[in-house]
């Protein structure tokens, strides 16, 4: 009974994010990765009484990179599984081929971000240029008002604008990684998923009959095969890591690394260094190739600067204020100060010392449970 109610809430939620007087007539593009999730959310646009059109974003040969279809989004598989819940759900289903600016705008970023001695997010990179950018040009060309996706996070009108809000469920929120969504994004694009709990959308697939209900979750970032990044890097540019020196943090020369590409800040093992106390990455320099190893103390600090940074509502609300903020995905949101210099940046002050903040990373600020903002950590 409960989910019955739940369900019927979500639906309402769309429409009412829609136009109730032309919710018939109104299309809806629904990106579908084969998952369990835009599955359930392309049942719910349709149950919204919108007309859904399924896509699968073809974005790279899987097998071809020796990763197993099962723990990747976009594998023939996958494919095949979207467009049979489009079938069943009376939709058509197209499948886009965005390998090239996939390859450009996502894996070459990477490769230049770990070159460079950070640690991206690509799934970041993704929803910024694949989600909500060649997306919504395919929705304009196919006369589709929304994009929709499977995404956990909420949209909320409010007279002032569009609000980005967590969702419901706090195990699955992705409001991290839709930081920079702009005010025309959230505008034309739809969340069903955003006030329901995972056991609850896994039970309307299955009440629904859906071949993928009980599809695990991909884990692995999609082209990099069992999280080997450096392989990846290796693959694509054709060019041997050069190897360079394990530095302590007075300067001392320790060892040897492999390249600068196989290591990330807080990194423990791997390092084939022997010492009398656990070390741990706590810099990486490519200006010198060198790889600053310390303890696990040295991996704190409470201050961090971030660059590239978007405002959900197009401008920060204050030069200078109090929020919560977090530096990586699976992090708790933790209190800071945050401060708006004149060029743009921000810098945070945390009231605790924060663990690894990584420069590449994403630091993405919150009221409570609204996004403000985010961007990319400089150091």
Sequence with gaps: MCMEKRTDVGAADIAGGADNATAGKTRALVAMSGGVDSSVAAYLVREAGLAGVGCTMKLYDNEDAGIPREHSCCSLDDVEDARAVSFRLGMQHYVFNFRDEFETCVIGNFIREYESGKTPNPCIDCNRFMKFGLLFDRAEILGCRYVVTGHYARIEKTPDGYLLKKALDDTKDQSYVLYDMTQEQLAKTLFPLGGLRKTEVRAIAEREGFLNARKPDSQDICFVPDGDYAKVIVAHTGRA???????????????????????????????????????????????????????????????????????????????????????????????????????????????????????????????????????????
């Design 241 to 379: 890591p050069v190897p360079g020196d394990f530095v302590d943090t007075a300067g001392n020369r320790l060892g040897t690394h492999r390249g600068i590409i196989y290591y990330t800040i807080g990194q423990r093992r791997g390092l084939g260094i022997a010492a009398g106390e656990p070390l741990y990455v706590v810099k990486i320099c490519p200006e010198t190739n060198e790889v600053v190893l310390g303890r696990d103390t040295d991996l704190y600090t409470r201050e961090a600067r971030v660059g590239d940074v978007r405002w959900i509502q197009g401008a920060p609300p204050r030069s200078r204020f109090r929020c919560r903020a977090k530096t990586r995905y699976r992090q708790p949101e933790r209190d800071a100060t945050l401060t708006v210099a004149e060029d743009g940046t921000v810098t945070l002050l945390f009231d605790e010392p924060q663990r690894a903040v990584t420069p590449g990373q994403a630091a993405v600020f919150y009221d409570g449970d609204t996004v403000l903002g985010g961007g990319k950590i400089l150091g």
